[in-house]
């Protein structure tokens, strides 16, 4: 019944693509990537792995582990620049304040 209201069962284990995104970024892995490390285990306490898609999880994990860490946001992202079309995710999902479900 879930699936045939478009319910998505995809959505697993966000660390590994977390993991990858801090490398990219070349944040330090014992410090940002830790921080954002446990966050994405935190999300396990929460509904959001029902609610989000892989991508928007890691990626939303890693931009609060930036912020906690005192590391310039605006740089790493005009650095690196975070495609959110490339992930099929939006800001909006990132910062929770859409009302878009998962992409088709």
Not at 23 to 41: N, P
Not at 43 to 55: A, I, N, S, V
Not at 71 to 91: M, N, P, Q, S
Request: charged share 25%; proline share 4%.
């Amino acid at each position: 019944m879930l699936e045939a209201s478009g319910f998505d069962f995809r959505n697993r284990y966000p660390q590994k693509m977390l993991m990858k995104l801090v490398k990219s970024c070349s944040l330090d892995r014992d410090t940002a990537g830790m921080t954002a490390y446990k966050i994405c285990l935190d999300l396990y306490r929460t509904f959001t792995p029902l609610k989000q898609t892989t991508q928007t999880m890691a990626l939303a994990c890693l931009e609060l582990a930036i912020r906690l860490r005192d590391i310039d946001l605006a740089t790493v992202t005009t650095k690196y620049g975070f495609d959110y079309e490339r992930w099929a995710t939006t800001r909006e999902e990132i910062m929770g304040t859409s009302d878009r479900q998962h992409p088709p």
